[in-house]
C-alpha cells in the first residue's frame, strides 16, 4: 500500500514474507512497489495524500521494465475507501497491457481463493511455504444474471400489458363521452415504480498492516 521506511536497507516484515516464499519458486529479481508513495509514521491515511500523481508515473515507468511476472498485493483493507478505489482502479488500468503476466498469491489448498489480491503480510501470516501464483482475475462489465433477465421480460410483458390496458380504457372513455354525462371524464390514473439497485461487494476480512 505505502513505503514503510525511506531507508531501503530496512528489510520488513512484508519484505521478508516476499522474498522467503518467491525465492524457493524460482524468483531471483523481486521489484517492490507501492500503490502509494507517501510514508506515514503509522496507518496509511489515503485522504491526506494531496497528489498521487508522481507514484502514478513512476509505476507506469517501472511496469516498462518487462517482468516475467507481476503479482499484485494490495490487500483487501480500505475497501470501501473512495480514494484507495481509485488508485486500485488506476493500477489496474495500467496493468490492461500485461494482463497476461498479472497474478495474485493463494494458498495451495484453496483456503482463501475467495479473496483476490492478497497482501504478502496477510498471506507470510496465514500461509507461509504454502504460496501458489494464480492468474489476476481483471474486473469485467457484469453480464445480467438470469434473475434480471426475468426481471426486465417481466417488465416488458407487463409494460406491454399496460398499454394494452390504457388502450383498452382509453377506447372505453371515447364509448363513456358518448353515453355519459361529461363531469364522469374526469377521471385520475397513477402508474407508480419502485425498485432498489443494491450492487453490494463482500467484504474481505482486514489484514494486519505495517
Known sequence: MNPASEDISIIDTTTTFILNNLIPMGYATITICNLYGE??????????VP???????YLEEVLKRGFDTILLGYGNTFLANKFVKEEKAYLRKLLNSYKEKVVDIVDDKGEYERLTAIHPLMAGRYFPG????????????KAKTGDERVSDTTEKTNGEKMSEKTAKARDGKQSEKIMKPAKEEGEKKSD??????????PVAPVEATE
Not at 504454502?130 to 462489465?141: G, V
Not at 407508480?192 to 461487494?201: L, Y
Open 192 to 201: 407508480e415504480k419502485s425498485g432498489s439497485n443494491q450492487d453490494s461487494e
Open 39 to 48: 510514508l506515514f509514521k503509522q496507518r496509511l491515511k489515503p485522504s491526506e
Open 51 to 57: 497528489n498521487n500523481t508522481e507514484n502514478r508515473k
Open 130 to 141: 504454502r504460496w501458489k501464483l494464480r492468474p489476476f482475475i481483471f474486473e469485467k462489465e
